[in-house]
């Protein structure tokens, strides 16, 4: 024990030096000025300055004036103000091991310099403050500190009543119970406040969760009085901890590729502040399960947010209340990382509730991110989303499904349009389950490379749907495909009411499932760009199918498929709008689908045929023309090809075949051509082909085969020419040629 005579203890005096005072116990009555980076050291504890007696413990004036106290696991109390009239430029109250240094560079960990701490009046330090110790640490008046503060291995961590907290750096208090006081202080900052229990078992309640869906057991309890004195400036603020979040002074600021490592981690429960921000900063939150908890009562107070909102478990996340990051001016973005679990939105279900679900109780931000991170995680589902953009990427084995709901939150507008933006949708689990994806009331787009988007990518044989639904008081809503869909075998299913605009492939590679894609704009067109190529191959048993159904029309670029193509558009026409005469619609060298294809008002035209290279063919419009040049042998299957109006068919094989298996009928006056036009190409009719008053013309630039079912008539103005240019016209016994009024040549 020193008593001072009043005069100030000095210990050294020069601050470059250093001074180390070792004893049973330290016990200064007096004040103290630091010069130099000293130390005090004892067996017992350390005391310094006596309480009431208006003590200070300062630097001398120098630049480099710090303190390290060591009570080898007894307590330290310091009754002194510390930085009165000038400020120690660092306090730390730690075992530093052998070396001396913070972080222990010479192999031993630093360790705790105390079991209880407490600073009786203010603490000013223009440094870093640095405590680890393992029972109570106690602040009975306010704190300023410019530099780091970082307290670890605490049982509790206190702030008296009146005590305010102020660090320019980084905090991080580890304790299993913090608080920050009941009247109106107010912890500021402008670093990484960081939270979280030294037994990183402890589960922890934030914000003052309903109690009953509050943790219980071994929990740090944050509640929404304590939240509510975190003042607006923080850089970030973080609960929990995460995976290689300490080092040697035990700062870590996580980012989107911090998660947690283990289920070794407590469970967290997340309430709110009524009506306010319950954070102020952009917050990630750790545990082990996550719980956004629902209110009890009647209020309307929800989780509100307001910068962006990180919420990261190793295990599941559950959402039971409303979210909103930001305000409509301004909002923020929402990240949602499991990394073995299940994310997913549903209702609370207890004895006392809100009186909100499902499309109430949403989530809404500008940006959201949900990944789950291992093949063991589960299922994504989230069915009241209110987004701009979505960013999706799971390694789980279950099923996602994303529904962004409509305007109608917002009661005051006429228009519940709420588009929605794609960024990225990947599955990397090739067990995966389904993916769906939905807007209510919305355009989806699948963004682009150049717009920061990497498409979709699915590997799993799952099914992939995504759907632009519309309401019935707005304008029909669209998909944009402005970057890659590629799928491993699972269905791809498109569909909206207004147009399906693709403007990047769309690939289905059949290796773990029968590889169909389906298209569908229900009162609009499907608008293929330029190049752009829709493929379905099945490798093995060529099962590969593409399916497109349009209210107009179909502009058509180039479709792929081993199976089969099925092209509808109900009240329009199909076309093609690719730039060069490479085949529409084809399979592969080994394989051609069979072709299906259906329109109201035409199929290609006149001077821009439909270019196939399919097995079998079957066609029909209402009125405009059907004009199909196919590149190699083709088989007019059963259904045949029929002109209801007064339009024209017209089918030229650059090479190879024609066999006609089913009717070719052109019901008006339009006029029928079917030309195989190489050498050795045929043309074998096996069933009628009738005009009910055009012209019927036949060559092949080898033979023709009539046979007893492959009658040709026309009536009226037609007539009827059938030439073989280079081998016999052969008609079989039965087969017959009508045409009433005028001409039939052979040649």
Do not use: C, W
């Amino acid at each position: 024990t020193v008593y001072g005579s009043g005069h100030t203890i000095y210990v050294g005096n020069d601050e470059n030096g250093q001074v180390n005072i070792n004893a049973e116990y330290v016990d200064l009555k007096d004040s103290i000025k630091i010069s130099g980076a000293d130390s005090i050291t004892a067996d017992t504890y350390i005391k310094l300055g006596v309480q009431g007696a208006n003590h200070i413990l300062d630097g001398k004036g120098g630049t480099n004036d710090t303190l390290t106290l060591n009570a080898n696991g007894g307590d330290v109390t310091i009754n002194s103000t510390v930085g009165s009239d000038d400020e120690l430029d660092g306090l730390i109250i730690a075992d530093l091991g052998a070396d001396g240094a913070l972080g222990g560079v010479d192999g031993n960990a630093d360790s705790a310099g105390a079991e209880d701490v407490i600073f009786r009046e203010k603490l000013n330090v223009n440094g870093d403050v640095v405590i680890q110790a393992t029972g109570d640490i106690m602040f009975e008046n306010d704190v300023t500190i410019t530099g780091n503060l970082v307290i670890t291995g605490t049982s509790s961590i206190s702030f008296a009543s009146a005590a305010s907290l102020n660090v320019t750096g980084d905090i991080l208090f580890e304790s299993n119970a913090v608080d920050f006081g009941n009247s109106g202080n107010s912890i500021t900052g402008s670093g990484t406040l960081t939270i979280r229990a030294t037994d990183p078992l402890y589960n922890m309640n934030i914000g003052s969760p309903s109690y009953t869906q509050e943790q219980t057991g071994d929990v740090l309890d944050i509640s929404s009085t304590e939240l509510s004195k975190i003042s607006d400036g923080f850089a970030k603020i973080v609960f929990g901890h995460f995976a290689n979040d300490s080092t040697a002074d035990n700062l870590v600021s996580p980012d989107t590729d911090s998660h947690v490592e283990n289920n070794q981690h407590g469970d967290v429960s997340i309430g709110m502040i009524d009506n306010t921000y319950t954070f102020k900063d952009e917050v990630y939150i750790f545990g082990n399960n996550i719980l956004v908890t629902d209110n009890t009562t009647a209020y309307t107070s929800y989780l509100i947010t307001q910068d962006n909102i990180n919420l990261e478990a190793y295990s599941d996340i559950t959402i039971k209340n409303k979210i909103v990051a930001g305000i409509d001016t301004s909002l923020k973005d929402i990240s949602l990382y499991s990394v073995q679990g299940s994310i997913e939105q549903t209702d609370y279900t207890g004895s006392n509730t809100d009186g909100h679900t499902g499309e109430q109780e949403y989530i809404k931000a500008a940006n959201l991110t949900v990944s789950i991170g291992s093949t063991s995680g589960d299922d994504i589902s989230l069915a009241n989303v209110y987004i701009d953009n979505l960013s999706l990427n799971t390694a789980g084995a279950g099923s996602v499904s994303i529904n962004n709901i409509d305007n109608h939150i917002n009661t005051s507008l006429s228009d519940y349009t709420k588009n929605l933006n794609i960024n990225k949708l990947h599955q990397t689990n090739s067990s995966g389950g389904n993916i769906t994806v939905t807007a209510e009331n919305g355009d989806i787009t699948i963004v682009s490379t150049a717009n920061g988007g990497s498409g979709v990518d699915i590997d799993s044989g799952g099914n992939m749907t995504i759907t632009a639904n519309t309401l019935t008081d707005n304008t029909d809503k669209q998909v944009h495909v402005e970057n890659t869909i590629n799928v491993e075998g699972g269905d791809i299913a498109l569909t909206s009411n207004g147009n399906i605009n693709i403007n990047s492939n769309i690939t289905n590679n059949a290796s773990l499932g029968q590889g169909k894609i389906q298209l569908t704009s229900n009162n609009d067109s499907i608008v293929m760009a330029d190049t752009t190529t829709i493929s379905a191959m099945k490798t093995g048993d060529d099962s590969g199918a593409i399916i497109i159904q349009a209210n107009d029309n179909i502009q058509l670029s180039i479709l792929q498929a081993d199976a089969q193509v099925e092209l509808t558009a109900t009240t329009g026409s199909i076309t093609d709008i690719l730039s060069t005469e490479d085949a529409n619609i084809l399979g592969d060298v080994t394989t051609q689908p069979a072709l299906t294809i259906t329109a109201q008002s035409g199929i290609g035209t006149d001077t821009e045929e439909i270019d196939t290279k399919v097995a079998s063919l079957t066609a029909t419009t209402t009125s405009g023309g059907i004009f199909i040049q196919e590149d190699d042998s083709l088989t007019i299957t059963s259904g045949g090809i029929t002109n209801q109006g007064a339009g024209s068919i017209v089918v030229i094989n650059e090479a190879g075949t024609l066999t006609v298996d089913g009717k070719v009928i052109a019901e008006g006056t339009g006029n029928i051509l079917l030309d195989a036009q190489t050498d050795l190409s045929d043309v074998i009719l096996n069933d009628e082909v009738e005009s009910v008053g055009g012209h019927i013309t036949i060559i092949a630039e080898n033979a023709i085969t009539q046979n007893a079912d492959g009658d040709t008539k026309t009536q009226g103005s037609g007539t009827i020419y059938v030439k073989a240019t280079d081998a016999n016209i052969t008609m079989a016994d039965g087969a017959t040629s009508t045409n009433v009024g005028q001409n039939i040549r052979y040649e």
